[in-house]
């Protein structure tokens, strides 16, 4: 069965601090998604990985594919960094080519000044 | 980049009604997708919507209670039949421009609450 798994599921830090969520999947996959969800429920695509590092800001993402797993970091985080953060994943299916995702259930981040 | 809209954001309908969902691209994609997240859960994939053909739809999601069209390369609807309170949850789109590219776009969402 093709899994996404994140941890931690709930997550509150001082701002400030830095944070570090974890994504393992199960089978390989063609790309690894990182997303952010607000509390109306619109999503905001943050990465696209399908390997090494990526960095946008304040944000960095990294993917390794021999251990099926990548991380997402926030550094000096911020009250308005506070969303729900979600791992999303294009398996590999034999015709090759992008399909639908399959995600995580999500990491809620709390950031408190 | 691709800009997607939703309409409508968020409805309340009642049990047994349907409610259209649409989805408008900024400029053509190639593959459409319609996602379900019901409270609490993570989004699952409902189906995909193809300019020219039948969507395929997932395990669990059927054409009689989530019929899709796909007119054109920038426009797809999704309507929800038959409504009942389980089907309360946020329904978003997404779009892929190029299947090589594996980049996703994704629109606001629409809330759903069923009384």
């Known amino acids: 069965k093709n899994e996404v798994e994140q941890s931690p599921q709930n997550l509150t830090a001082q701002e400030g601090e830095f944070i570090t969520i974890n994504c393992s999947y199960s089978?390989?996959?063609?790309?690894l998604h990182w997303l952010q969800q607000h509390p109306g429920g619109g999503i905001v695509s943050l990465f696209m990985?399908?390997?090494g590092k990526k960095k946008h800001g304040r944000l960095i993402a990294t993917i390794n594919i021999q251990e099926k797993h990548s991380s997402l970091h926030i550094t000096a985080s911020h009250p308005r960094d506070s969303a729900v953060y979600i791992c999303?994943?294009?398996?590999?299916?034999?015709?090759?080519?992008?399909?639908?995702?399959?995600f995580g259930k999500g990491t809620h981040l709390i950031i408190q000044p | 980049s691709a800009v997607i809209s939703q309409k409508p954001s968020r409805d309340i309908c009642q049990r047994g009604t349907s409610l259209t969902i649409q989805c408008q691209v900024d400029?053509?994609?190639?593959?459409m997708f319609w996602y379900r997240q019901q409270p609490g859960q993570s989004l699952t994939l409902i189906a995909t919507?193809?300019?020219?053909?039948?969507?395929?739809?997932e395990s669990g999601f059927v054409i009689d209670k989530f019929p899709i069209s796909r007119p054109n390369l920038t426009f797809s609807t999704l309507t929800v039949s038959n409504l009942s309170p389980e089907d309360s949850s946020i329904y978003l789109c997404?779009?892929?421009?190029?299947?090589?590219?594996?980049?996703?776009?994704f629109g606001p969402g629409t809330r759903l609450t069923v009384t």
């Open positions: 919507a193809n300019q020219g053909s039948e969507a395929t739809y």
């Open positions: 999303a994943v294009s398996f590999l299916y034999s015709g090759g080519g992008a399909d639908g995702l399959t």
């Open positions: 997404s779009a892929i421009r190029d299947r090589s590219s594996y980049e996703q776009y």
């Open positions: 400029s053509q994609v190639t593959m």
């Open positions: 990985l399908s390997s």
């Open positions: 089978v390989g996959i063609s790309a």
